[in-house]
């Protein structure tokens, strides 16, 4: 039997705006198994992001559960929550966000400096960075400025960064969507490698194509999941036009 | 739909518009008030003296002396003379006015006593009215009393000569200009007629009544080498820039508020440019929106300057109403002997506030120059990820084994250099006058100071009421001061303190050469050797017709030079002396001359002394001293005021407690505008680095990691900062200082001392600690900041 890594719970959120009661997550409920590869799908301004947000502990929820390893993280402490958010969570966005001042290789290995719990000296953390950006096809720019480097680069450095800590899930809010679509090609099958070694990732996109290459695809309306669909693991030969063409008819079906 | 854009800015950034209008506020009010304050300081003493109404010669005489009076005695020059006015006064044993308890005060001058109906100068109450009535029973001192004599309003003051005694309530204080200065040792008190008769008549018996002249001329070195030549016997004579130097002092204290008020400007402007620049280039995202749908430059940066105009014309407007107590706050504090009135005027504020306003613009209009270069997709990926294409720092994590918060720190201030250069500056240009001023202190309050005022620098000063020597007739109250010191010398030895004890005596004297004249203050050591004191050039007196002479009276007296002999006067004894060398001292303004030892000088003609010295033989540490002054105090109860060899050089120059003052002014001030600079820039950082902060949260920072690495930021710059003016203050002080001294007299032979304790830790550290805790608050807004935020342009 999967080991669940996230269990969300009757999650809720809700954003008052000019004294407007906005629900933009209903009692939303579902969990995430070791391994899966779930993408969050749905029409702009139906919650996908957001409940991306509240489920990775990024914002508030405004009542519910969220369980990852044995912590509610929607009632942890600011403290803990940061602490979770560096050592068993990793977070790509869609923009790719880096510390100007610092080169690629030592945004990569940033949090891992700063996590406690692997004793870990600079040296090894180093060799593990580099390890990372060699296995993600950008070892040779370590040493560049993050303005040096293209998109489709600094994206899998960002990739990169939320491997360094050997995260439980890694959390990616469109993670293509700022790329064209060789990069995004290249990211994709990054995350699939990752995925296939066993990492959990979780992310929002609304491009099929994106979605087709997840084990598992939640489609997301007016802040409820209105369905979800299994497509399987993606093995490194498969047939993702097949897969692609599944996910369309399933979505058409949602009335997407 | 430009002033559409410009109102949606101003409530959209408000937070860093507020941060741009306080800025703003600061700096017309430290420019305008600063301005204006240096107005009123430079022209202070001038205005001062002219309002009390000082002329061109000024001399008082002692009436026990007097066969002629000084009209006689110019009565070949008086088609020189526009006008001769004299106060009439007594003078007064600083023994002989004690507070009501009988206890001494701390004043050890002499006192010049007048009625108020006798006064021809103008003084001026605390309030710059001038003073028309004192009332019965009261009596108003010079402002110098407070500080020097320890005595304020309200005290009740005992005054005794001869058979008069009355005691008198100090009503209010005056500004002296001709003898208000620390340096003029007398000091002026003035009271009722009726009160003063009985003592005017007491004095005219006892001989210690005087006249203070006041002469208006357009040739006063003629008058005064015409004075100098006479016989009369003065307790001052000389011309109203002698007067003026007097307020060496005062100018520097003056001068160092010049310096203050021009740093105040540099730090205005230097955060008025971070800024500007700072402000502009977070808007570089918004400024390519606007090139790519198609606005002008010029009118992309005309909403800028519209925006920044608009902005600066409100803190003009608030910041020169600030300026006015702040000019004012400036201003009182620059003196409390000088009568400085704020001469500045609104309309100098108001042009300092246009000129702030013109700057602004300027900087606007170059800052903003930078958006013409730039196509819209430059300046919108630049808004994205900073202003700037190149990272600049040169550390890397890889390689550091400094913790996370510790490296970003200073990979941070390595990155942009220049932004945290200001600080820098800011933070070196607010503590450096504190630790000059604390140079200065240290060293005019050290007792090698002594050796420069005319003193061989020794362990304990003392009092010695036993004036007797002064006023034997048949010229051995030298010899009996000797016998008495060898006696207190043995006295000490037999008590296990191995001692010398010794003392200069001021002698009143004229000095001849080559037909000039001079009436330089002159020295002979009691007890000790001309030897022991320093010589600059040539060599100490040898023998007793040997002289060492100061460059100053050598040069009023033609420019005599080692090897002439001048001839000194001492009542009627005239006395052929060769010039052996040359030495200084800041006594009477870098004038006078000293005998040999042994030179038979009748001390009747002695003028007083600083007092007794006891130096021990054995070098004992700063606590022995302090026990044996405890001894020494009672071995021998006759004596008073008995003090360390630092107390005396203190008392003698009587600027401790005004350096205190300053000091005190300036860390409050430094650390005001430190934290001001520390919070506002700090602020604005977070604003800047609002997507920053975002990502370091969602890669799991947490919040105390921020603000450690933020407050670490600006305590690398101070630490930076306060090694350069840890290294900077003393050679910085001495240069400075010396044309200073030199000024009074003394271009060699100063030992600067400085505590470096409390230079180079105590301040910095005070100030980085004010400027770290204002930033850690400050940063604590980061906390608002959620991961959510990586996108923030503000």
Redesign the interface.
Known sequence: MAQTILQVTDLCKTYITNKKQNNALRNVSFKVDKGEMIAIMGPSGSGKSTLL?TASG??DATSGEVMLDGDNIAALP??KL??????KMG?I?Q?M???????I??NI???A???KSKKRS?KQ??EQ?EALMRKMGIIETA?N???EVSGGQLQRACIC??MI?DPQIIFADEPTGALNRSSSDEVMEMLCSLNRDGTTIMMVTHDARVAAKCSRVMFIVDGEIKGEKSLGMCEENANIRDRERTLNNWLMEMGW | MFFHILKKDLKRGRTMNTIILLFIIISVMFISGSVNSMISVTSSLDNYFENAGIPEVMCATYNRTETQTVEKVLENDMDRISKIEYEPMWYMDHEDITFADGKETEFKSTIDVMPISGTKLSYFDENKNKITEVKKGEVLVANKFENQGGIKVGDTLKFKLGKVEKEFKVAGKFYDAAMGSALMGNGRMIMNDEDAEPFMNEAEKKGVSGKFYFISTDSADDIIDTLNESDLSFAFCGKREFIKSSYIFDMIIALLLLVVSAILIIVALIVLRFTISFTISSEFREIGVMKAIGLGNLKIRSQYLVKYLAISAVGAVIGTALSFPFGNLLTDISSNSVMVENEGSVFTNIICAIAVIAVIMLFAFICTRKANKLSPVDAI?NG???ER???K?FL??????LG?TT??AA??VM??PKRFLIIIVVFALTILPIQFLDICADTLNNKQMLSVLGCVPSDVAFSDNDNSYQYTTDGSGRQMLIDKYKKMEQTLADNGIPARVFCEQFISCKQEFNGKTAKALSLQGVNNKASEHKITKGSAPQNKDEIAIQPNTANDLGGAEIGDTITVTIGDKKYDLIISGFYEAMTNMGQGIRFHEDLDINYNFSNGTFGGQIQFTDDPSDKEIDDRIEKIKDLFPDLTDIKTGAEQAQDITSVGPVFDTLKFFFLILSAAIVIMVAVLMERSMVIKET??I????????????IIKLHTKRFIITAVISAVISGLLAKPLSILVATPIFSFMGVNQGITYSMNTLRVAIIYPVTIMALMAVSVWLTASYT?RI???Q??SIE
């Open positions: 947000y990024m914002d600011k403290k940061a602490n979770v958010r560096l050592e977070f966005f923009q966000h880096m510390l100007k001042n610092l080169n290789l030592d290995i940033l949090p400096t700063e996590a600079r953390i180093t960075g040493g400025d993050i303005n960064r939320s800590n | 990926r994205q990820t900073g294409f190149k990272r720092g890397h994590l890889s390689k550091s084994r996370t490296f970003m990979n941070d990155s942009a997507s920053e975002a990502t370091m949260k969602a890669i799991g920072f947490k919040d105390s990691k906390k959620t991961a959510q990586t996108s």
